[in-house]
T-cell receptor, first 114, second 115 residues
Framework: DAGVTQSPTHLIKTRGQQVTLRCSPK?????VSWYQQALGQGPQFIFQ???????QRGNFPDRFSGHQFPNYSSELNVNALLLGDSALYLC?????????????FGQGTRLTVV | AQTVTQSQPEMSVQEAETVTLSCTYD???????LFWYKQPPSRQMILVIR??????QNATENRFSVNFQKAAKSFSLKISDSQLGDTAMYFC????????????FGKGTKLSVKP
């Protein structure tokens, strides 16, 4: 059983560019959450997707957007990249009806903006 | 709003000894969950232990146990018989109960286990 998989593992982009990160949830999971982890910090919640809709959102600008596909996989898009967007982006999946179970995390995508 | 505070940026322990990592949180809610996650250099967040706020008994998972003090809003992690593989960042996290709410993380504690 594959866990949560994220791609790519590393990415270097230039300021002003746009980037798309991808996440495949653990088998049987239907909810995907995205987190941004700056160097030396704990992860910060960006947003959560369920049934192809954004259900919750953290304190992130509209430059951060996402999508969930019918197979439950998800994308995180960031437009007009800033140097401050450099971080580890983590995807976590869970099963909506099992509300009290843990979320499983992927290994993250390391984004560097230069 | 809920907050999570980890006041120990770094800690070290000798192999086979015991270490305690501290975490405090703030919430006005009564239904919530607390977690300790481990993040090794591989970057993947791994759940170490979880505690339901409504349970008075402290959670235990093998060498890992917690001291949950609800009134004091304290949630510390004790690692017994420390192993070299325990070297990692440890994050305390909070989640509201009754929903697939997001996790709120502390800033983490870097634990080094020395041989």
């Amino acid at each position: 059983d594959a866990g949560v998989t994220q791609s790519p593992t590393h990415l270097i982009k230039t300021r002003g560019q746009q980037v798309t990160l991808r996440c495949s949830p653990k088998s049987g999971h239907d909810t995907v959450s995205w987190y941004q982890q700056a160097l030396g910090q704990g992860p910060q919640f960006i947003f959560q997707y369920y049934e192809e809709e954004e259900r919750q959102r953290g304190n992130f600008p509209d430059r951060f957007s996402g999508h969930q596909f019918p197979n439950y996989s998800s994308e995180l898009n960031v437009n007009a990249l800033l140097l401050g967007d450099s971080a580890l982006y983590l995807c976590a999946s869970s099963f909506i009806k099992a509300m009290n179970t843990e979320a499983f995390f992927g290994q993250g995508t390391r984004l560097t903006v230069v | 709003a809920q907050t999570v505070t980890q006041s120990q940026p770094e800690m070290s322990v000798q192999e086979a000894e015991t270490v305690t990592l501290s975490c405090t949180y703030d919430t006005s809610e009564s239904n919530y969950y607390l977690f300790w996650y481990k993040q090794p250099p591989s970057r993947q967040m791994i759940l170490v232990i979880r505690q339901e706020a409504y349970k008075q008994q402290n959670a235990t998972e093998n060498r890992f146990s917690v001291n949950f003090q609800k009134a004091a809003k304290s949630f510390s992690l004790k690692i017994s018989d420390s192993q070299l593989g325990d070297t990692a960042m440890y994050f305390c996290a909070f989640k509201l109960g009754g929903s697939q709410g997001n996790l709120i993380f502390g800033k983490g504690t870097k634990l080094s286990v020395k041989p």
